[in-house]
Nanobody, 122 residues
């Protein structure tokens, strides 16, 4: 699967952005999807997961209540709605996919898209 993330940009603290990740392939629903981010000077970390088909979700603590991951299998797209953005949310955001089903959320992802930069000004 090939992934293409978009929707990043510059936003003021407290504002909102919605990221999109479009995937190639015919059966998008078989993929567990996730958003990761890499902030300046930090390692990449997971932001949110969404399960194949049924769409169970999981979030890292720092974004709970502010970010929402969702998917539209008919459009082969996963979204990340980001509200109440903070300066510390500034990062390059990546979407990722895996068919791994051994645990939830998945421990690793196999396919990655190019990142999209989100900059939150304080």
């Amino acid at each position: 699967v090939q992934l293409q993330a978009s929707g990043g940009g510059l936003v003021q603290a407290g504002g909102s952005l919605r990221l999109s990740c479009a995937a190639s392939g015919r059966i998008f629903g078989v993929w567990n999807m996730a958003w990761f981010r890499r902030a300046p000077g930090k390692e990449r970390g997971v932001v949110a997961h969404i399960r194949k088909w049924a769409g169970d979700t999981a979030y890292t603590d720092s974004v709970k209540g502010r970010f929402t991951i969702s998917r539209d299998n008919a459009k082969n797209t996963v979204y990340l709605q980001m509200n109440s953005l903070k300066a510390e949310d500034t990062a390059v955001y990546y979407c990722a996919a895996t068919q791994y089903d051994g645990s939830w959320p998945p421990r690793s992802y196999d396919f990655w898209g190019h990142g999209t930069l989100v900059t939150v000004s304080s």
